[in-house]
């Protein structure tokens, strides 16, 4: 990236943070766990689904299966169906069901604390290894990029890329590491409260009014 376009992205960014932080000051994770291995599931079976949707799915799972050996020794068959509603739910059985035999044996039963091990686990890439160990760890290793981070980089040009990894690489170059954990959070809550994918009136949008280059495509007034 030219130094003249990192220096604007960064001071983008910094705009973009601090009035985020402003308007959700206590943007977390919406996901219920007890334990580590439980927020990986609940992780896992985010995808392409909503929290609240998983949350429901989660209160009856974890009652079932309350270690990480009711996992190994789960019935692929069952686990479909007690997770169905989550969508794409053969994909999903299969990774945290396999996941869970890597976890305990390759891991002695306890979530890794690198990036590195976390995406040795099946169904776990750099997106969930870095809500997983921000959330469990406080280790910050990066940013998780999902859909609502994806389109809101895009959208702000904060980033000339597509990809998650590679948006991940542009966004730990401009933003702060301090703000790398909050700043997933901050991006899903603009996306569901503010902005959302399809078009609306952008002249409410407090962040519009920072760069309103991010008007274009959506409706205005």
Known sequence: MEPKKLKERKVRAGK??????????????MLNYSNNWELVVA??????????????????????YKKLDD???ADIREFE????STGFYKMKAKNVLAGAKV????????IPKTIEEMIKIPGVGRKTANVVLGNAYGIVEGIAVDTHVKRFSIRFD???NKTPEKIE?????IVPKKDWFNFTYLAIEYGRDIAPARKYDTTEDPLVKI??????????G
């Open 169 to 173: 690489q542009d966004l730990m170059e």
């Open 211 to 220: 760069y309103p280059e991010a008007a274009q495509g959506w409706h205005k």
């Open 103 to 110: 976890v305990k044996e390759e891991f002695g039963g306890k």
């Open 158 to 160: 904060l980033t000339d």
């Open 43 to 64: 992780v896992a079976l985010s995808a392409q689904c909503t929290d609240k949707m998983v949350n429901k799915v989660t209160e009856k799972l974890f009652k079932k």
């Open 71 to 73: 996992y190994v020794n």
């Open 81 to 84: 169906q007690d997770i169905k």
């Open 16 to 29: 973009l943070v601090k009035k985020l932080k402003s308007l959700f000051p206590k943007a977390e994770m």
